[in-house]
């Protein structure tokens, strides 16, 4: 799974620990995701969408492989 989260923080101009408040998660889960070591849940990944106000599938890109 490939994230965006690095990017749309830095044209949201907040740091992890900003987003990790906002989203209501832990600031090493939003590390652990953006180096792609953990898979978020959907409620995760809904709650980072949404401080982005973003659809899911602008922030994490799902390759064709993983969802077989």
Known sequence: MKTRL???RARFGINQTELAKR???SRQTVS???REEFM???L???KIAR???EPIE???Q???EELQ
Do not use: G, M, Q
Request: net charge negative.
């Open 62 to 64: 799902f390759d064709e």
């Open 58 to 60: 602008e922030v994490f």
């Open 44 to 46: 995760i990944a809904v």
């Open 6 to 8: 690095k990017e749309l």
């Open 32 to 34: 652990l995701i953006e």
């Open 51 to 53: 401080v982005f106000n």
């Open 23 to 25: 989203a209501r998660i």
């Open 40 to 42: 978020p849940s959907l």
